[in-house]
């Protein structure tokens, strides 16, 4: 497992997988793809957005995109492991070692209709050192009600 920034030399493909993400959610978000077959991104790498691709034996196998609230504060924007490389333990390793890299005041947001990402996410906090969250319901200006997940990495 490699964790890699994203940087101009590999932009395309944190794009591409940002594309299966998004196709996969369709069907909750109710996004279609353009004329050219491509689905509008909610996330790109910038000031204080930084990306991240996963890599299993130098294959794309996920991404990420966290976002700097303020200081040391950070939002879980994006993340998605290819499901060819799920239910082994990557997601939760991909997640705790992005949290090694940004301790600090966390915050993760899944809309409502993703209940299995809630139940990601909740398995993923609590397996990390024992940490402790608070979940609630949360009107998020974009997706409107989520199921939001705050907590402290040490």
């Known amino acids: 497992m490699k964790i890699i920034s994203v940087s101009n030399n590999n932009i395309q493909i944190y794009l591409n997988l940002a594309q299966c993400y998004e196709a996969e959610f369709s069907s909750l978000t109710q996004k279609m793809p353009n004329a050219s077959g491509i689905f509008e991104l909610d996330t790109y ?38 499901p060819y490389f799920r239910k082994n333990g990557i997601g939760k390793n991909f997640a705790h ?14 809309i409502i209709q993703a209940q299995y990402a809630t139940l990601f996410w909740r398995k993923t906090i609590s397996q990390y050192n024992d940490t402790t969250y608070v979940e609630d ?12 997940q705050k907590f402290l990495i040490i």
């Open 45 to 82: 790498p910038g000031d204080s957005i930084q990306c991240y691709i996963l890599t299993i034996d130098d294959i794309p196998a996920g991404l990420a995109a966290v976002s700097l609230k303020d200081e040391n504060s950070y939002e879980m924007c994006e993340f998605y492991v290819v």
């Open 97 to 110: 070692k992005l949290w090694q890299i940004y301790p600090g005041n966390w915050e993760i947001k899944q």
């Open 137 to 148: 319901q949360y009107l998020d200006s974009y997706w409107g009600l989520v199921t939001r």
